[in-house]
Every structure is written in C-alpha cells, then in structure tokens.
C-alpha cells in the first residue's frame, strides 16, 4: 500500500509523467570493447571484454528489465561469493519498492559497472565533487541500457550499503526513462530517490520513513533534508 505521505511526492512526480513519460521498449546491451560505450561509465576506462557477475530479472507489476552487474576484464574485482546473491537481492529490492510507490513506473535494462577506481573529482557551482566523494553514479545518457558506475569506496561497507545505494541510483534510470525531462540534481530528483532506497532497503534507518511521513504534513517538499 502506498503510504499517505509519499502520496504527495508522488503527486509531484505525476505532473511530470503525465506530460514526459516515454513508452517502454526492449532494450540490448552495450559492448564493452565499443570505448563509447564504456566512456558512458567512466571515460578512464579502456576497450575491453567484461566479465558478468550477475544477471537478474526485476519485476514489478508495470513490467520487467534486465539487470546485469560486470566489471572489465582487465580490472579484477572482489571475490566475494556474496556479491552475486547481493545483485540478486538488488533486483527484488527494486521491483518491490516498484510497486509500493506505484504509479506508471518505467524502467528499461540496467547495467552496473564496478571498478576498482574510486569516483572522480567533478567541477560544479557549488564547488564540485571531491576524488573519491562518492560510491555509484547512474547517467541519464542511454547506451543503450542505462549506465550505472560503481566505484570503490574510500572505506569498507557492507552488502546492505550495496543495495541500498544501488536502489538510490536505479530510481535515477526509473527517473531518466518515466520522466526524460526532469532536472538533474534538483531537490526533487535526489529526495525521491533517497526516499525510494529506504523502501527497497528498509532495515537501514528505519526511522526515515516515518520521520518523513510525519514531517511532510508541516514542512514544504523543497525544506525538507534527505
């Protein structure tokens, strides 16, 4: 059931669809020895074979997408036999908070690309993004799937951090694919996301949820923090 508070983020997010949803397609996958295709991940990355760690099937009651976990060939990864359950457990997480947030929902195939490099330094108006700031980053160019970076973080996390933050970019291609014209980097963008990640992985900060319903029938959407 939906909650009632997330009703009226909802509600935002609807007069978005209602005028930019694009209609759902098949999509294939990119090559990773196609250097377009990898700069859409990490322009540091080099044509190469990928190996896959993982493919999963997300469904929700809109319809299903593929997702898929590699790294390249050249750039050996964990080798945690955890890792491939996680992706999973991913996939479920994503197709379950889906459907609790309903609506016209759209998602196309989605790839994960983990690196051993830590993200990059990125310029902006606010100063930018340090080296290393922060852990996954999905982009709305699509290539032709949507392309989501993972990168190693600065310090240990565990498989629950994973899927948290991996739900968190994946709504950014539900985002890219339901909502084509809806501002990067707005409030509204990363707050739904955020809010999404809590009900894909709700054992982490459980009081989010709550504390959000509880706010919303007094604080504006644009003052509240996430």
Same mark, same amino acid.
């Given at each position: 059931?939906?909650?009632?508070?997330?009703?009226?983020?909802?509600?935002?997010?609807?007069?978005?669809?209602?005028? &930019?949803?694009?209609?759902?397609?098949?999509?294939?996958?990119?090559?990773?020895?196609?250097?377009?295709?990898?700069?859409? &991940?990490?322009?540091?990355?080099?044509?190469?074979?990928?190996?896959?760690?993982?493919?999963?099937?997300?469904?929700?009651?809109?319809?299903?997408?593929?997702?898929?976990?590699?790294?390249?060939?050249?750039?050996?990864?964990?080798?945690?036999?955890?890792?491939?359950?996680?992706?999973?457990?991913?996939?479920?997480?994503?197709?379950?908070?889906?459907?609790?947030?309903?609506?016209?929902?759209?998602?196309?195939?989605?790839?994960?690309? &983990?690196?051993?490099?830590?993200?990059?330094?990125?310029? *902006?108006?606010? *100063?930018?993004?340090?080296?290393?700031?922060?852990?996954?980053?999905?982009?709305?160019?699509?290539?032709?799937?949507?392309?989501?970076?993972?990168?190693?973080?600065?310090?240990?996390?565990?498989?629950?951090?994973?899927?948290?933050?991996?739900?968190?970019?994946?709504?950014?291609?539900?985002?890219?694919?339901?909502?084509?014209?809806?501002?990067?980097?707005?409030?509204?963008?990363?707050?739904?996301?955020?809010?999404?990640?809590?009900?894909?992985?709700?054992?982490?900060?459980?009081?989010?949820?709550?504390? &959000?319903?509880?706010?919303?029938?007094?604080?504006?959407?644009?003052?509240?923090?996430?």
């Amino acid at each position: 059931m939906i909650r009632a508070a997330w009703g009226l983020l909802a509600l935002c997010l609807g007069l978005f669809a209602g005028v &930019f949803a694009l209609p759902a397609h098949a999509d294939d996958f990119g090559q990773c020895t196609d250097a377009t295709y990898l700069g859409h &991940f990490d322009d540091r990355l080099s044509p190469q074979d990928c190996d896959t760690i993982e493919t999963a099937e997300i469904h929700w009651r809109g319809g299903s997408a593929t997702l898929r976990a590699v790294h390249p060939h050249g750039m050996p990864i964990t080798d945690s036999p955890a890792l491939p359950g996680r992706i999973r457990e991913l996939a479920a997480a994503v197709g379950t908070a889906m459907d609790a947030m309903g609506g016209d929902l759209q998602l196309g195939n989605v790839t994960i690309m &983990f690196t051993s490099y830590v993200s990059p330094q990125e310029d *902006g108006p606010d *100063g930018g993004l340090d080296k290393g700031a922060y852990t996954a980053a999905a982009h709305s160019v699509r290539a032709p799937e949507c392309p989501v970076a993972y990168y190693k973080e600065m310090h240990r996390a565990g498989g629950n951090d994973l899927v948290f933050v991996l739900s968190h970019e994946i709504f950014h291609c539900i985002q890219y694919r339901t909502w084509p014209r809806m501002p990067e980097e707005g409030w509204l963008t990363e707050a739904s996301a955020e809010y999404f990640a809590y009900l894909a992985k709700s054992g982490i900060g459980p009081g989010y949820i709550p504390n &959000f319903d509880a706010e919303i029938q007094s604080i504006a959407l644009d003052r509240m923090t996430y």
